[in-house]
């Protein structure tokens, strides 16, 4: 904790500007997720599928609790990213890195007794048997944010690993000496954001973060900008319903990508990770256009 007397930097004119990020705290935020998953499970078609990864999110909380402590990211490889406008997590150099290994196993340990869908079944078999060299392939591609089509089950579970992994590394560093990297990038991890949301909470009304992917940070970006390109022309906005709808996408039609947008103040709820997968409707809208989908989501590849 500082001591420091000096002016606060967050009041400007006696507005408070907001925080640039806000860390994850693991445990509360799988809890939530799996709270919020179950929720939706209850009234989806993907029911089965949305209490399986309900559970899963359970089982990554208690993971974040009995596994040994991760070794936290010194403060001075935070000052030496943050002066060269660079992550302070290189995520590339987690491949191969033991205590991701370990999660990764402890992962599909646990997830042994969980009830799921068939094909999830067999992917986490294939898992549990695979050689070192494949799981740093699925390492490899999530840290990558990019999952191949024609193998999406056994991603998931590497997915929900490095969720963890990436989660309590996060969660080591200083909020405050976190510099922004770049539009649409994780200023904590370099990867990409699954959606964004307009927050509703005080002090940040009004004020869209994004959330990365991976590690679960939160990040301010600028209300009305494409997370993919920086584009602030050219951005619109779709539906499923046609009023007051808690969820957008955010459409830019110079790199026509697009990106999911949540509205807090409709509904406080909404979680980053599970409401995309509880909005499903509105991939299927855009599905029938020409805009790719620019909000990574492994759980999410192939509907
Ligand atoms: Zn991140
Ligand atoms: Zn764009």
């Known amino acids: 904790?500082?001591?420091?007397?000096?002016?606060?930097?967050?009041m400007i004119?006696?507005?408070?500007?907001?925080?640039?990020?806000?860390?994850p705290d693991p445990v509360a935020l799988f809890q939530t997720r799996a709270k919020r998953l179950a929720f939706l499970a209850e009234t989806s078609e993907l029911a089965p599928y949305l209490r399986f990864l309900a559970d899963l999110a359970r089982l990554q909380a208690r993971l974040c609790v009995t596994l040994p402590a991760v070794q936290p990211v010194s403060a001075a490889r935070q000052k030496q990213a943050a002066q060269g406008?660079?992550?302070p997590i290189d995520r590339l150099s987690l491949v191969t890195d033991p205590?991701?290994?370990?999660?990764?196993?402890?992962?599909?340990?646990?997830?042994?007794?969980l009830e799921m869908p068939a094909p999830a079944r067999l992917a986490l078999d294939a898992v549990r048997a695979a050689s070192e060299s494949d799981r740093h392939w699925l390492l490899t591609n999530i840290l990558s944010d990019h999952v191949?089509?024609?193998?999406?089950?056994?991603?998931?579970?590497?997915?929900?690993?490095?969720?963890?992994?990436?989660?309590?590394?996060?969660?080591?560093?200083d909020a405050d000496a976190l510099v922004p990297v770049g539009t649409g990038v994780c200023p904590s991890c370099g990867g990409?954001?699954?959606?964004?949301?307009?927050?509703?909470?005080?002090?940040?009304?009004?004020?869209?973060?994004a959330t990365c992917a991976c590690c679960?940070?939160?990040?301010?970006?600028?209300?009305?900008?494409?997370?993919?390109?920086?584009?602030?022309?050219?951005i619109g906005y779709r539906s499923v319903e046609t009023t007051d709808a808690t969820v957008k996408a955010e459409i830019c039609r110079e790199c026509k990508s697009w990106v999911k947008i949540f509205?807090?103040?409709k509904n406080p709820s909404l979680d980053p990770v599970a409401d995309d997968i509880g909005s499903v409707g509105l991939d299927m809208l855009m599905g029938k256009t020409d805009y790719r989908r620019g909000g990574f989501n492994p759980y999410l590849i192939g509907y």
Not at 1 to 10: I, L
Not at 13 to 23: D, H, I, S
Not at 99 to 113: H, I, K, N, P, S
Not at 192 to 209: D, F, H, L, W
């Open 99 to 113: 205590a991701l290994a370990q999660v990764l196993d402890a992962l599909c340990e646990g997830a042994t007794d």
């Open 13 to 23: 004119g006696g507005v408070p500007t907001p925080p640039f990020a806000f860390l």
């Open 263 to 265: 509205y807090l103040a």
């Open 85 to 87: 406008e660079m992550p």
């Open 216 to 234: 679960a940070t939160q990040w301010n970006e600028v209300r009305v900008k494409c997370l993919c390109c920086g584009s602030t022309k050219g």
């Open 192 to 209: 990409k954001p699954v959606t964004s949301s307009v927050m509703a909470r005080q002090g940040i009304e009004n004020i869209r973060y």
């Open 1 to 10: 904790m500082s001591q420091d007397v000096q002016p606060d930097p967050s």
């Open 148 to 173: 191949p089509e024609d193998s999406t089950a056994p991603h998931l579970f590497a997915a929900a690993a490095v969720q963890v992994h990436l989660a309590r590394l996060s969660a080591t560093l």
